[in-house]
């Protein structure tokens, strides 16, 4: 079955320090990728998907993140955090012709002003 | 784009009862999905439909759960005889059909089962 790890759960950062976050998934054919984030009291939004092409994709609010095919991962960035940054985020992976998405279990973001 | 909707935003019931939820997905949308989430962990499938048509349901859909969606639009999830295990944030998403788009989540029902 299709499973996605996601290294750390809780991570506190300062403000300007760099943020990435770890994202593997096991499942050996086409994947589409996602990351989500879900900030205090709403709900879960997009911030930022990989079907195919280019395997760095920009994302809302300066994130990226890196398909590294060979590694199973897809490890989301940002040079720069910022408080408004706070949040819990969640990577998602979706085999191609499938319909439902399997989560990680969600990496708490804390930035400190 | 009023987004996707569900009602009721919570619910509290005791052991035994039955509850339903409603979703109401992006109007263009013809997938519609529901997962479960509870405390420190992501959200897990459930259910979803393309159109009326229920396409796949999760081992977590014991006999207790069932949803529906009967003209192709809103959806409704009826949890019988509920437990305490049940309590969680019952989560819907929408989509457009085809692998190249993403799901657009709703704000959830979160059910506490006393």
């Known amino acids: 079955a299709q499973s996605v790890s996601q290294h750390n759960h809780h991570v506190i950062l300062s403000e300007a320090a760099s943020l990435e976050l770890g994202c593997n998934y096991s499942?050996?054919?086409?994947?589409?990728l996602f990351w989500y984030v879900q900030y205090p009291g709403q709900h879960l939004q997009l911030l930022l998907k990989?079907?195919?092409?280019?395997?760095l994709v920009k994302g809302i609010k300066g994130f990226e993140a890196e398909f590294i095919k060979s590694k199973f991962s897809f490890n989301l960035r940002k040079p720069s955090v910022q408080w408004s940054d706070t949040a819990e985020y969640f990577c998602?992976?979706?085999?191609?012709?499938?319909?439902?998405?399997?989560f990680g279990d969600g990496t708490t973001l804390t930035v400190k002003p | 784009d009023t987004g996707v909707s569900q009602d009721p935003r919570h619910k509290i019931t005791k052991r035994g009862q039955n509850v339903t939820f409603r979703c109401d997905p992006i109007?263009?949308?013809?997938?519609l999905y529901w997962y479960r989430q509870t405390l420190g962990q992501g959200p897990e499938f459930l259910t979803y439909?393309?159109?009326?048509?229920?396409?796949?349901k999760s081992r977590l859909l014991s006999d207790r759960f069932s949803a529906e969606r009967p003209k192709g639009s809103f959806s409704t999830l009826e949890i019988q005889r509920t437990e305490q295990g049940d309590s969680a944030m019952y989560l819907c998403?929408?989509?457009?059909?085809?692998?190249?788009?993403?799901?657009?989540f709703g704000p959830g029902t979160r059910l506490t089962v006393t």
């Open positions: 998403a929408s989509s457009f059909e085809g692998f190249a788009y993403e799901q657009y």
């Open positions: 499942y050996g054919g086409t994947v589409n």
């Open positions: 990989y079907f195919s092409g280019d395997p």
């Open positions: 998602a992976v979706n085999e191609r012709m499938a319909g439902k998405s399997t």
């Open positions: 109007s263009e949308h013809n997938r």
């Open positions: 439909f393309q159109n009326e048509a229920q396409l796949e």
